[in-house]
């Protein structure tokens, strides 16, 4: 225990800093700084133990203290994790509202007609106005947790509050652009101001149109490409939030443009935001992480899986990024299709991680279903057994399933019935569901495999003696499962012919209705992907108008609202006699 403090102080006097019982803003963001190089080195226990001396009476130690235990509870799902997270937000909403302006009763109810930010602020206020709305999002998120009406409202109501907050920062750093002489501790509010307004336009850009438009008419707005620009000169900046706008943008590229996206990510620019931090934290397990997630969705495989084994070996401490690396190294093994490494994956998640037992089930079960029984039952498992617990399994948020969760159960309903149906490619339907075709079609040979996988199960449906109730909802999940391939491989007319075969069977569709929307949309990516942009634009426009209470429906609408962005862009560069109406 003592090596342990003594290796603290040690730390604590090479990033220049004294205990000492003053703790001035300068001080505070100094020491802060100190605290974000442990994280960021796996010293996390460290990390905490140096920011919790004076959580209650500095604002950036309560707020560094608190996100520190926010991330672990939003990684454990732990009600102990939980209540220890929320307790702290709440002691730091107390420290940070000590430091804000005294406001007086006229003062406050005029505020809530005019917002109008005051410009008479001391620095040390300033930074109270942005901890404060930081602390106020991380409690909104945690709050969201909770599974009443009442706590999505109080949620609701928070991230409003800190929206609001961030745009008076905003007004503040703008009127100070123009000083010449600013204060050292200045460019860390600038730096705070930029990951605020750059997170929330950047995720309601993300939103559809119907969704954005009631955000607006709430007051939000989303503007992607301010967004990504506030962000990006955060992370160029020196600010104590440089990492969290460079953290912030490396996920936007690698996961959310690929999951609730087209799959296009921005990995020059990924790598370029991650490139100094290798340097100096070449050992971080969250730089691991992102190395091999950037390799990964380049389809460097082998090199992928490295990383993600180097970043489990790198720290003990947080198991829940072992999960994190689990959850990659699964679906790393799934796209080469070696089923008993992705199942060792697989089965650790099941194991060890709280996350989503629901869906961690099934995908344990749609691996096993890709292997030959005999291997199955070497492995000691019965993927049926495992399909049927899949619905004991799922979390509800708020009365809600997930959506993720409520489609693998609606799958695995079939093996709970008197006379069970297999599934005929459930991994590689789930590898779609993750979007992971965009990621596997980097590497064609690789893709040539899944579709030769893909043909056998054609055959064996096409051979099928005793057809069961789902027979054409099977031969559908093959044919849109095939023409992504194809499209993948260039193979364009074939690609067509199998996504005509799905939606020509709409109307005979027994079990499984996103599979026409969905279809329509990778044909409209298709056309897209011909310089058709009219004909793609219609279906898309077609899906949002037409198709309903399908499974994953708001999946598909952001992955619509991301492809309409895209062609916007192209269109607009188009002649005008080839731009679409």
């Not at 099928?464 to 260039?490: A, I, N, T």
Request: hydrophobic fraction near 40%; proline fraction near 3%.
């Amino acid at each position: 225990m003592e090596t342990n403090k003594d290796n603290l102080l040690q730390q604590v006097e090479l990033n220049g800093i004294s205990e000492s019982p003053e703790m001035d803003l300068e001080a505070a963001l100094k020491e802060c700084c100190g605290a974000l190089d442990l994280f960021l080195n796996n010293r996390f226990s460290d990390a905490l133990a140096l920011l919790k001396p004076w959580k209650s009476q500095s604002m950036y130690h309560a707020m560094g203290y608190s996100s520190i235990l926010v991330m672990q509870a939003g990684m454990t799902f732990d009600p102990k994790d939980m209540d220890a997270a929320m307790e702290s937000l709440r002691e730091s909403l107390q420290t940070c509202q000590r430091f804000r302006k005294k406001v007086g009763l006229m003062e406050t109810l005029t505020s809530l007609w005019y917002r109008q930010p005051a410009d008479n602020l001391t620095e040390e206020e300033m930074h109270a106005e942005l901890c404060y709305a930081e602390v106020l999002l991380q409690k909104a998120s945690l709050t969201f947790l909770d599974e009443s009406i009442i706590s999505f409202i109080k949620g609701g109501m928070r991230i409003r509050n800190s929206y609001q907050i961030f745009k008076d920062c905003q007004i503040l750093v703008n009127a100070t652009k123009e000083t010449d002489e600013q204060s050292s501790t200045h460019i860390h509010f600038r730096g705070g101001v930029n990951m605020g307004i750059g997170s929330f336009n950047l995720m309601l850009s993300l939103f559809p149109s119907r969704v954005l438009r009631l955000m607006e008419f709430l007051g939000f707005s989303g503007d992607r490409e301010m967004g990504l620009s506030e962000l990006r000169e955060g992370a160029a900046g020196n600010s104590l939030r440089s990492i969290l706008s460079t953290l912030t943008l490396m996920m936007y590229h690698l996961y959310i443009t690929v999951i609730l996206g087209t799959g296009e990510a921005n990995l020059a620019e990924a790598e370029a935001l991650l490139e100094p931090y290798i340097e100096k934290f070449p050992n971080g397990a969250l730089i691991l992480f992102y190395i091999a997630r950037i390799a990964l969705l380049k389809g460097n495989f082998t090199f992928a899986q490295e990383k993600f084994l180097a970043c489990i070996a790198a720290q003990e401490e947080w198991r829940q990024i072992h999960h994190l690396c689990y959850w990659e190294l699964m679906w790393a093994y799934s796209f080469e299709q070696n089923w008993k490494e992705a199942y060792r994956y697989a089965d650790l998640l099941c194991k060890e991680s709280k996350w989503s037992q629901a869906t961690y089930a099934f995908q344990k079960a749609a691996i096993l279903s890709m292997l030959p029984e005999e291997e199955v039952t070497k492995l000691g498992e019965n993927a049926g057994e495992i399909f049927r617990q899949v619905d004991s399994l799922r979390l509800r948020i708020a009365g809600k399933s997930i959506p993720t969760e409520k489609f693998a159960a609606k799958k695995a309903q079939r093996y709970s019935s008197a006379n069970p149906v297999k599934l005929v490619v459930p991994a590689l339907e789930m590898m779609y569901v993750w979007n992971g075709f965009t990621v596997v079609g980097k590497r064609p040979e690789l893709t040539k495999s899944i579709l030769t996988t893909l043909e056998e199960a054609e055959e064996q449906l096409r051979e099928d003696p005793d057809p069961s109730e789902y027979h054409l909802d099977d031969q559908c999940v093959v044919q849109l499962l095939k023409g992504l391939c194809l499209r993948q491989l260039g193979h364009l007319v074939q690609a067509e012919l199998c996504f005509n075969h799905v939606i020509s069977s709409e109307h005979d569709l027994k079990h499984y209705n996103y599979l026409v929307p969905f279809t329509m949309y990778e044909q409209g990516l298709l056309h897209k992907q011909k310089g058709d942009f009219k004909t793609a634009i219609a279906m898309m426009e077609n899906i949002k108008t037409n198709y309903k209470d399908y499974h994953m429906e708001s999946r598909l609408h952001f992955r619509i609202h991301a492809a309409l962005n895209t062609m916007g862009t192209f269109a607009a560069k188009l002649p005008p006699s080839r731009t679409p109406a």
